[in-house]
């Protein structure tokens, strides 16, 4: 390890893309999503239709500018005005600034990229994006183009170190166990792992023939090119979930650490619907992602209430003791962590 987890955790961040959010999430001017990082709060913004990323500090005396998860509103500083409109810094009284130069006041901004309608976001990536995404660029770019937007929006604390968040969400063993009236219910089968470098898929059967049954038959009501008929879960190393049950539509979910090495994940999952055929389709199938939507909470707290029984001190990178076939993606996983820490 590293000389403490506050370097792993940051370090990680800093060297690699993190998917942001689809660009249907932020259609109008003023729409902006905030995310907490193990470096402090990132805020993508649109300004006047260009997305722009930033530390959601105000460049004045680093005032936080957004507080909400996400919404609209204008990019001002509530303590002495400041704002950014159109690319530029607007700094009110600007003549009691004779002293300085208030024209060179810039917001901290992060590097941008596209993968088809996802927007990564990077400090400092090693990497370019689809070196890092390697084969699951393909893959995101088919899912991007048949998203619409997003349907719910649920952030919080879970109380663990993020890698026990992570390999929870990667691993299908527990779903008997702590999931059984939720996501248990799909009887998922054991499917096939695909590994695309750091990343990972994999591809499940429904086991329960009814709800297969149900789901084909909704596919008419959806104008998608791409979706997997099954259960479908998509790691991005290293903080990055997507899940679809078949792809109508996603679960995009992070989990970054808190600052300093805390027991702390920042989890957040946002629903995003993929496009329905016509108005009638959005109306008949408004209550299936209002149920969606509540079922994914209940799953996520389920598995909350389990991961926060484990302490930051039964993880390390080293492979696990006893392993599943089912918790391959761990081993994976830490093989990752290790070459990172190796490097
Ligand atoms: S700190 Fe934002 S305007 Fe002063
Ligand atoms: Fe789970």
Redesign the pocket.
């Known amino acids: 390890m590293p000389d403490s987890t506050t370097d792993f955790d940051a370090g990680l961040f800093r060297d690699h893309w993190h998917l942001a959010c689809h660009r249907n999430e932020l259609p109008t001017p003023g729409d902006y999503l905030r995310m907490r990082t193990p470096l402090g709060d990132l805020v993508v913004f649109n300004d006047s239709g260009e997305l722009v990323a930033f530390d959601n500090l105000?460049?004045?005396?680093?005032?936080r500018?957004f507080d909400g998860e996400a919404g609209n509103g204008p990019a001002t500083?509530?303590?002495?005005?400041?704002s950014y409109q159109k690319g530029r810094v607007i700094v009110p009284l600007v003549e009691d600034f004779a002293g300085c130069d208030t024209s060179s006041a810039r917001l901290n901004t992060y590097r941008l990229d596209w993968c088809g309608d996802f927007l990564f976001v990077g400090l400092a990536p090693r990497q370019g994006l689809y070196q890092q995404l390697g084969e699951a660029a393909a893959l995101l770019e088919n899912i991007g183009f048949n998203i619409a937007g997003r349907i719910d929006l649920n952030a919080g604390s879970f109380h663990c170190y993020w890698p026990v968040a992570v390999e929870n969400a990667l691993e299908p063993y527990h779903i008997a166990m702590v999931h059984p009236d939720t996501l248990g219910t799909l009887a998922l089968q054991a499917g096939a792992n695909h590994y695309l470098g750091s990343n990972s898929v994999w591809y499940a059967p429904l086991g329960n023939e009814r709800v297969n049954k149900q789901l084909h038959g909704l596919r008419r009501h959806f104008a998608i090119d791409y979706g997997y008929d099954g259960y479908m879960s998509i790691y991005l190393f290293p903080f990055t979930m997507i899940s679809s049950t078949f792809g109508y539509s996603y679960s995009l979910q992070h989990f970054f650490p808190a600052a300093g090495g805390a027991e702390e994940t920042h989890f957040s999952s946002r629903l995003l619907g993929a496009h329905l055929a016509n108005e009638r389709s959005a109306q008949l199938l408004a209550p299936l992602f209002a149920s969606t939507a509540g079922i994914n909470r209940k799953v996520f707290e389920e598995d909350h209430e389990v991961c926060r029984r484990v302490p930051k001190s039964s993880w390390s990178p080293a492979p696990l003791a006893y392993p599943a076939a089912s918790e391959a993606k761990i081993a994976h996983f830490r093989q990752s962590c290790r070459g990172w820490l190796e490097s």
């Open positions: 105000c460049p004045h005396r680093g005032a500018m500083c509530r303590y002495h005005g400041w």
